[in-house]
């Protein structure tokens, strides 16, 4: 529970405890009993390292930078813990207990996102803290050596920019994974825009609140808390390099106090505590599908020889299996979605020198299971002739026509 209410100082003494008193009786310990104070040593390390973005204010921003680097070394050393703890029970059935009500998979990924966030505060602290310390001569532009400088805090910045654009994406990409998550653990993964509060920040050149609390103070702190988003820096930032030449004017000094001012928010942002999901100690459902396809060469990375003026039928069968803890679920399949895609390997053609023939054909099927059993025939044809690779992606659609 005081993972869940985000009091990782106290959980990262608990589990550090508990595992310190199981390491006095290791030799006596069975492979279940190993597990469990991996596991304790694992939780152990990521309340470390969330615990060192959790402070009530920092002396200096040297001082967040070291904390920032400490949770990202922290959490590499959860991330091969966890990983080492996962082979072993694989290899030993009976400890598979300490992780039955969790998903590995779930775990894994929601740390390698963490570590690749808090990499992307490193960068974009150091970009706004160079910003700052550059004497405002360098933007008049006066020198070849100042147009230097200024580009290389440029593309700092934009560098930046991408980089929040893929890992928005990244979260997008494994919240659609998350089907059997809960809805508190999709609310904290969730990234949300908000729109107002970027175009008031974004048209002020002074943002006077000190603190986040401030500039939603009808939302009280728990909206805050699950407001916590990277896209307020992007769309900071894409401002600022649209508006670079505005910036070689009397008004950089005021500029520079709006980079302050945006970067006392940015820490905030880091320092927020974020509560751990649901997802990662328990899942209250499970659900899995079970994939035929055929034809279907029983040989591994076998080739399925078809002539080209013929046409292939593409035979899938699916089986829905669902575990629930509760009664109510909190989401089931309504419907499936084939999607069948055809490839032409440019390079199996001989004539195909210079690869100018390319070949790409989607079908999609959307299919109602019944009784936790669909069944789907799909038309493949090859034009071209030479190697085709066939893949087959399926997505689940719940109750409210969500796409998973």
């Known amino acids: 529970m005081c993972v ?33 104070k991996s596991w304790f040593e694992f939780m152990s390390l990521v ?18 930078m070291t904390n920032l680097n400490q949770s ?17 029970c694989l290899t030993h ?30 960068h974009l602290s150091m970009s706004l803290l160079t910003y700052r310390t550059v004497p405002t001569p360098v933007f008049q532009l006066k020198s070849s050596e100042n ?26 990409d494994f919240i659609s994974e998350c089907f059997d998550a809960d809805e508190h653990t999709i609310n904290i993964l969730n990234i949300k825009l908000l729109d107002e509060f970027y175009t008031n920040f974004l048209n002020s050149y002074v943002v006077k609140s000190e603190s986040l609390n401030d500039i939603f103070p009808e939302k009280g702190p728990k909206y805050v808390q699950y407001a916590v988003e990277l896209k307020i820096v992007e769309s900071f930032l894409l401002n600022l390099i649209e508006k670079l030449p505005n910036l070689c004017t009397n008004e950089s000094e005021s500029r520079t106090e709006h980079i302050r001012q945006f970067q006392e928010i940015f820490v905030d942002f880091i320092q927020l505590p974020i509560p751990l999901p649901r997802a990662f100690f328990t899942s209250l459902q499970k659900t899995s599908i079970k994939l035929i396809v055929t034809p279907n060469n029983k040989k591994t990375n076998s ?50 020198k210079f690869g100018n023939i390319k070949f790409i054909d989607v079908k999609t099927m959307l299919e109602v299971p019944k009784n936790d059993y669909f069944t789907s025939n799909i038309l493949v044809s090859f034009p071209y002739f030479g190697n085709y690779v066939i893949q087959v992606d399926l997505y689940i659609l719940d109750n409210s026509d969500m796409i998973w």
């Open 4 to 36: 869940r209410y985000t009091h990782y100082d106290l959980s990262e003494k608990i589990y550090q405890n508990l595992s310190l008193l199981m390491t006095g009786a290791i030799h006596n310990m069975s492979t279940n009993d190993l597990s469990y």
């Open 47 to 64: 309340c470390k390292a969330e615990s060192a973005l959790v402070k009530t204010e920092f002396e200096s921003f040297s001082e967040l």
């Open 72 to 88: 990202f070394n922290e959490y590499t050393r959860a991330q091969t813990l966890f990983k080492s703890l996962c082979s072993r």
């Open 93 to 122: 059935s009976n400890s598979l207990t300490v992780l039955e009500n969790s998903s590995t998979c779930f775990q894994i990924r929601f740390c390698e996102l963490r570590c690749e966030q808090i990499k992307l505060f490193i």
């Open 147 to 172: 147009l230097a400088r200024y580009g290389r805090i440029a593309q700092q910045m934009k560098y930046g920019v991408v980089e929040l654009q893929k890992l928005n994406q990244k979260f997008k």
């Open 303 to 352: 080739i399925l020889t078809i002539r080209n003026d013929q046409t292939l039928v593409v035979k899938i069968d699916g089986i829905i299996n669902q575990h629930f803890k509760t009664k109510n679920p909190i989401r089931t399949v309504k419907k499936v979605q084939i999607c069948l895609t055809t490839e032409l390997d440019s390079k199996s053609i001989p004539d195909n």
